[in-house]
């Protein structure tokens, strides 16, 4: 009944910036939690960056902190997370995904992740 579809990806060099978008169709409230996530082959899932839409919180990991910002529109409608200084290791898919009942970010896997987008692929060549 909700589909997350994860855009903007692409190859882009070292230094560089991307900006990724995570739009749901379906009915979704504006209180919810948005997280963003990237799997790299042979490589865990990790968590990368969370904003509230009802509190407004936001979170990143260590490794992105200074480097990336996430944000939603007015509307609530759809998430961004602009990526500046992208390294090669930032090279990933990379996913979002709802916590429809979520109100606040914390940490990333105890969040009750109701939707899986489909994700965009990042590539950052050197």
């Known amino acids: 009944e909700v589909q997350l579809q994860a855009s903007g990806g692409g190859l882009v060099q070292a230094g560089g910036s991307l900006r990724l978008s995570c739009t749901a169709s379906?009915?979704?409230?504006?209180?919810?939690?948005v997280a963003w996530f990237r799997q790299a082959p042979g490589k865990e899932r990790e968590g990368v960056s969370c904003?509230?839409?009802?509190?407004?919180?936001?979170s990143y990991a260590d490794s992105m902190k200074g480097r990336f910002t996430v944000s939603s529109d007015n509307a609530k409608t759809t998430v961004y997370l602009q990526m500046n200084s992208l390294k090669p290791e930032d090279t990933a898919v990379y996913y979002c995904?709802?916590?429809?009942?979520?109100?606040?970010?914390?940490?990333?896997?105890?969040?009750?992740?109701?939707?899986w987008g489909k994700g965009t692929l990042v590539t950052v060549s050197s």
């Open positions: 904003i509230s839409n009802f509190d407004g919180s936001v």
């Open positions: 379906g009915f979704v409230d504006d209180e919810n939690v």
């Open positions: 995904a709802l916590d429809l009942g979520g109100r606040r970010c914390g940490d990333f896997y105890d969040l009750a992740i109701d939707y």
